[in-house]
T-cell receptor
């Protein structure tokens, strides 16, 4: 069964604005990862946050993790038109180890020039 | 990052025919590869875990005889959709972990996907 739920399902913003996407999951996890997918393409890994971490940064990306609420957020600051894509959270659940990732439903982000 | 090549990018076939999709890790060895299926505007659903030199592990509800997986080498896994029907039309994506070159075994590297259309 699908592990993660994301909201919003779709987000439309102007260039320069910040975009925030949320992910909730159901079971205990080893780590949570965010991926990006351009239309009709494969996924690209963005950032990984471990269960004992609360916040992580990578360039314009900021990820938070609240294991007590079983939720994570991805913030993209100063968005660009090139950020237009679908963003998925994925969890490595316990049990299950690292052998499989369960993906959320995704957020479709549209950044308008 | 590591490169995973998936071929073909798209395929159109007649109902009843079989289609083979290849997934190759180009610059690393992948003992495990994963096959996902994705419907438009939806998430990725894990179909099976492909293990080099052994049988694939299928997720519940995925027909083993319908979706044949072969992982004959450390760099190649194939998914064959047998006797394809229109309901098999979907976007299929493979992924792999690089457990060997220190690039982080926890994240997945994805192929570019295969759009299958069965007429």
């Amino acid at each position: 069964s699908q592990q993660g739920e994301e909201d919003p399902q779709a987000l439309s913003i102007q260039e320069g604005e910040n975009a925030t996407m949320n992910c909730s999951y159901k079971t205990s996890i080893n780590n949570l990862q965010w991926y990006r997918q351009n239309s009709g393409r494969g996924l690209v890994h963005l950032i990984l946050i471990r269960s004992n971490e609360r916040e992580k940064h990578s360039g314009r990306l900021r990820v938070t993790l609240d294991t007590s609420k079983k939720s994570s957020s991805l913030l993209i600051t100063a968005s660009r038109a090139a950020d237009t894509a679908s963003y998925f959270c994925a969890t490595a659940p316990i049990p299950g180890g690292y052998n499989k990732l369960i993906f959320g439903a995704g957020t479709r982000l549209a950044v308008h020039p | 990052g590591a490169v995973v090549s998936q071929h073909p990018s798209w395929v159109i076939c007649k109902s009843g025919t079989s289609v083979k999709i290849e997934c190759r890790s180009l610059d690393f060895q992948a003992t495990t590869m994963f096959w996902y299926r994705q419907f438009p505007k939806q998430s990725l659903m894990l179909m099976a875990t492909s293990n080099e030199g052994s049988k694939a592990t299928y997720e519940q509800g995925v027909e083993k005889d319908k979706f044949l997986i072969n992982h004959a080498s450390l760099t190649l896994s194939t998914l064959t959709v047998t006797s394809a029907h229109p309901e098999d039309s979907s976007f299929y994506i493979c992924s792999a972990r690089d457990n060997w070159t220190g690039r982080g075994g926890e994240k997945l590297f994805f192929g570019s996907g295969t759009q299958l259309s069965v007429l």
